[in-house]
């Protein structure tokens, strides 16, 4: 290692640089694959996908309110089914004249069933379809209200002027439905997400074929198509998910680091073969010249310690 100095640190320098990018990288990809795996029921629980020509996949999660129940009500093998307009970033409201960000979605009762989301504290009125009621998040209440209680205080959405009747237990921010604050149904526009709940046991193959297959004839509440994706591999398989970097981006970094690991490793490799082969020719020579390999070792090995 002192002799061949700049191997050395070439050798060094790119195994730290190896490292630190894939053991980044594989945190980050970790983080990805870990959305909505907490749920109780995360290995039954789909997502539905129907086919739109305005989705670089051709697919998207963009389905009708009436689907969900539909679903249920068609299908033995879908458990339990919900519809619900995901949150998205850039939603504000307004708290005593003060704008502030928030994750709202729109949802019915069924959310309890299929989420580990519990009512905490208040009424479930909210629920209430077109009601003016609002349930909020122990957090976020205290975000805003601090030590204040929240119940019967007011937030304003849209233009629209919501009380908070019900705290509920809320989900980890690592989810494709993360929320802030949860309100019924005002509008159905088409965007709502489609979310099913199989029963234990199903096979999941051939159910996701006779979905595909299936025909409702004159019935426009199912499109022909269908596709199925498990709720927790939506993050990291969906196109249309809103991210600053791709998945794909990252797999490709992360081995890109393991390759600046295996260059590193190989020319040290090169480097310790090549010593090694001159050391044998040496030892070879004394050898020939009438010395025998304990003491051609022996001398070998203080030449190397100086």
Not at 144 to 159: A, R
Not at 226 to 252: G, M, N
């Amino acid at each position: 290692m002192r002799k061949y100095k700049n191997q050395t640190l070439i050798s060094v320098f790119g195994l730290a640089v190896g490292f630190t990018c894939f053991a980044l990288a594989t945190l980050w990809i970790v983080y990805e694959m870990t959305f909505d795996n907490f749920h109780k029921n995360a290995k039954q629980t789909y997502v539905v996908y129907q086919p739109n020509t305005f989705s670089s996949t051709g697919y998207s999660r963009r389905t009708m309110y009436l689907l969900a129940t539909y679903l249920k009500e068609t299908f033995p093998e879908v458990a339990d089914a919900i519809s619900l307009t995901p949150s998205y970033s850039g939603t504000k409201i307004t708290v005593e004249g003060v704008e502030l960000p928030a994750l709202i979605i729109q949802a019915d009762s069924s959310f309890f069933r299929m989420f580990d989301v519990k009512i905490v504290e208040g009424s479930r009125e909210f629920l209430t379809p077109d009601s003016k009621q609002i349930a909020f998040t122990w957090e976020k209440a205290r975000q805003l209200f601090g030590n204040e209680h929240p119940i019967g205080k007011t937030v304003t959405f849209n233009n629209e002027e919501l009380t908070i009747s019900a705290i509920v237990s809320g989900m980890s921010k690592r989810s494709n439905y993360a929320f802030d604050m949860i309100r019924p149904f005002r509008s159905l526009s088409g965007g709502e997400n489609t979310v099913i709940k199989l029963t234990p046991g199903v096979d999941t193959e051939a159910f996701e074929k006779k979905l595909y297959d299936y025909d409702a004839g004159e019935d426009k509440r199912v499109p022909k198509n269908l596709i199925i994706k498990p709720l927790a591999k939506v993050r990291y398989t969906d196109q249309d998910v809103v991210r600053e970097v791709k998945f794909q981006h990252i797999v490709i970094f992360a081995l890109s680091g393991m390759l600046v690991i295996l260059c590193s490793l190989f020319n040290y490799l090169t480097l310790f073969v090549s010593r090694y082969r001159i050391r044998q020719k040496e030892l070879a020579l004394r050898v020939v010249c009438g010395a025998s390999a304990g003491k051609s070792i022996k001398q070998a090995s203080k030449t190397l310690r100086r």
